[in-house]
T-cell receptor, first 114, second 114 residues
Framework: DQQVKQNSPSLSVQEGRISILNCDYT??????FLWYKKYPAEGPTFLISISSIKDKNEDGRFTVFLNKSAKHLSLHIVPSQPGDSAVYFC?????????????FGGGTRVLVKP | ETGVTQSPTHLIKTRGQQVTLRCSSQ?????VSWYQQALGQGPQFIFQ???????GRGNFPPRFSGLQFPNYSSELNVNALELDDSALYLC?????????????FGQGTRLTVV
C-alpha cells in the first residue's frame, strides 16, 4: 500500500532547461507536502514544502505545485544546474505539526547534463 | 550541514545479533524520528519520539525499539537481526510545538546483516 508514489524513477535534462518531477498520493488526510534532495552518502536535505491550503509555493529556482483534486504535486526546477543531479523524494504528512512522521515516495533520480 | 549526527556510519552484523544506532539531534529540536531506507526505495517511517515518549510508530515489529534522552539524543535498537534489516537507517530531528520546523536528517548509518 504505497500512499505516495513517484512514477518516474529517473529524469535526464539539459543544463539550463526545466526539470519537472511528479508525485501522486492516495491518502486524502495528507495536508502537508515536502520535497527532499539526497546526494549519495548523505541524508535527505529539505528543499521546499507546501500546505494544502495553497496550490503553489516558490523558493528561488524551486516551485512546488499542488493539485488537491487530483492528489498530485510537482516540483519544477528552473533553470536546472549540474549540482541539482541527485535523488529527489516527495513526502507527505498530516500537518506540519506532525513533525517528521513522513510518508515518502520511492524517489526520482535526476541527472542534469552540462 | 543539518546539525544532526549519526553513529556509526557503517556497521556489519550477523543474523540474530542485536544492534544499537545513535543519533544526536540538532540543537533546540525536541522530536526525533527514525527511518529505514532499503536500496532503491524511499525512507520508511519506523517511529517518532517526542520529549522522551514514543509518539507514533510505522509498520515495524517490536524488535525495533528506541529511546530518546533528556538531551534529545536518541537510540534505535534492533534485536534478532534479519537479512532484510540491511538498509540505510536515517534519523531526523525537528522542533514541534513552539514553532514547527521541517525534519532535518542525519547522514545515516548503513547496516549490513550477513
Amino acid at each position: 500500500d504505497q500512499q505516495v508514489k513517484q512514477n518516474s524513477p529517473s529524469l535526464s535534462v539539459q543544463e539550463g532547461r526545466i526539470s519537472i518531477l511528479n508525485c501522486d498520493y492516495t491518502n486524502s488526510m495528507f495536508d502537508y507536502f515536502l520535497w527532499y534532495k539526497k546526494y549519495p552518502a548523505e541524508g535527505p536535505t529539505f528543499l521546499i514544502s507546501i500546505s494544502s491550503i495553497k496550490d503553489k509555493n516558490e523558493d528561488g529556482r524551486f516551485t512546488v505545485f499542488l493539485n488537491k483534486s487530483a492528489k498530485h504535486l510537482s516540483l519544477h526546477i528552473v533553470p536546472s544546474q549540474p549540482g541539482d543531479s541527485a535523488v529527489y523524494f516527495c513526502a507527505a504528512s498530516w500537518g506540519k505539526a506532525a513533525g517528521n512522521k513522513l510518508t515518502f515516495g520511492g524517489g526520482t533520480r535526476v541527472l542534469v547534463k552540462p | 550541514e543539518t546539525g544532526v549526527t549519526q553513529s556509526p556510519t557503517h556497521l556489519i552484523k550477523t543474523r540474530g545479533q542485536q544492534v544499537t544506532l545513535r543519533c544526536s539531534s540538532q540543537s533546540g529540536h525536541n522530536t526525533v524520528s527514525w527511518y529505514q531506507q532499503a536500496l532503491g526505495q524511499g525512507p520508511q517511517f519506523i517511529f517518532q519520539y517526542y520529549r522522551e515518549e514514543e509518539n507514533g510508530r510505522g509498520n515495524f515489529p517490536p524488535r525495533f525499539s528506541g529511546l530518546q534522552f533528556p538531551n534529545y539524543s536518541s537510540e534505535l535498537n534492533v534485536n534478532a537481526l534479519e537479512l532484510d534489516d540491511s538498509a540505510l537507517y536515517l534519523c531526523a530531528s525537528s522542533l514541534v510545538g513552539e514553532g514547527n520546523t521541517e525534519a532535518f536528517f542525519g547522514q545515516g548509518t548503513r547496516l549490513t546483516v550477513v
